[in-house]
Every structure is written in C-alpha cells, then in structure tokens.
C-alpha cells in the first residue's frame, strides 16, 4: 500500500509491534502481534517464528539451515538450565533504542549462542547480560573457515565471567560496531585467522 498526500508509514524494526500512520498531522498508532509467536518456554529444533515479549530458552535450542527466526523488539529472551542456542539458518534480533532486545543468563550457568558455519545472525540493539556469543568457535578445535554473516551493532554485553564474544575461523568477518562491553575477563576473543570489522566499541571493568 502506497499512502498518499505525503501520508508515511513507519515501521520500527523487523517483526515491531508498533507501527504508525501519519497524514495531514493526524497519526494513527497501530499494535498487533506477530505470527508464530515464540514465547513461554522453548526450546528443540525451531522451523520459523518470532521470539515475542519472555522467552525461556530451556534447553539446547536450534535454528536449522533453511529456518528464519525473529526476536521482536522489546522481547526479554533468559536462558536456563545452562542451555545454548544453535544457529544454522538465519536470525533477526533487531531491537530499537527504546525497546532493546534483553538477554540474560541465570544462575552463574555456561549460556551460549552459537552461529555456525553458513548462518546469517544479526544483532541491533540487544543487550546481553551473562551471555556468550561464539562465532564460528568450536570448543578449542581449530574451526573450518566461516562462509556465514554474523553483525553486532549497538549492542552491550557485561558480566559474562569469561569472554562475551568470540569470532574464529578464515573468512570470518564479522561485524561489531558500536558496541559496549564491561565487567567481563575480556571484551571480544579473535583467533584462528579471522579478520572481523571491529569499529566504535567501547570496554570497561574487563
């Protein structure tokens, strides 16, 4: 739809819940739901769906080759029972300014996500609080060159007890702009060839 009389759609983010109308100095404020919701506990292997305001990542969590899953803005996504979040396929975590996208480890336990060989993840303003993001790192095996997209900006990380995020492999170029990391035992680890576009990020307490 095409609106006239200099009429704007303006849609936030990927999978927003808020959308606004604005002609002739009148704005109509829309909220809807997204389709196939992910909320409550989840967990398993995920064909599609959007994570939407709590979600309970319960145990190890996939995202297939060939799967598009989206976390909406302002979802609260807390990770339990030391569990990961596998992607192989392709993942929008987009949030705005005013509704970051929250991630949060319980307990002091080991909650990773995990973006692996051929995934395309990309991450806007989410703040992550005691979670690792590994990109293309294999448990201390030297890692197959990285043919995936993986971008991190305006995000925060802090207190993850060891390193928030780690790019391994050839090829890996992964992009972390903008983005803020405090109180862990390092900022960003990158080993094993990569070569990621680190730009305009800030670190403290590490």
């Known amino acids: 739809v095409t609106p006239s009389n200099g009429a704007t759609f303006e849609e936030a983010g990927l999978q927003e819940t808020n959308v606004v109308f604005n002609s002739d100095g009148a704005e109509i404020k829309a909220n809807y739901r997204p389709e196939n919701q992910l909320t409550g506990n989840v967990t398993g292997v995920l064909s599609n769906g959007v994570f939407y305001r709590d979600v309970f990542i319960s145990g190890d969590t996939y995202i297939p080759a060939g799967a598009t899953v989206y976390a909406a803005s302002g979802a609260r996504i807390s990770f339990v029972d030391n569990s990961r979040l596998y992607i192989y396929g392709t993942f929008y975590s987009e949030g705005t300014r005013s509704e970051p996208i929250q991630y949060t480890g319980s307990d002091n336990g080991s909650y990773v996500v995990r973006i692996e060989d051929q995934a395309h993840?990309?991450?806007?303003?989410?703040?992550?609080?005691?979670?690792?993001?590994?990109?293309?790192?294999?448990?201390?095996?030297?890692p197959d060159p990285f043919n995936g997209v993986c971008e991190i900006i305006q995000c925060s990380f802090e207190n993850t007890g060891s390193v928030p995020l780690g790019i391994a492999g050839r090829n890996n170029r992964t992009i972390v702009h903008n983005s803020q990391f405090t109180n862990s035992r390092a900022g960003i680890l990158v080993i094993a060839w990569a070569k990621p576009d680190i730009t305009g990020c800030t670190f403290s307490g590490n």
């Open 121 to 142: 993840a990309e991450f806007r303003y989410c703040n992550f609080t005691g979670i690792h993001i590994l990109s293309n790192v294999d448990n201390g095996n030297i």
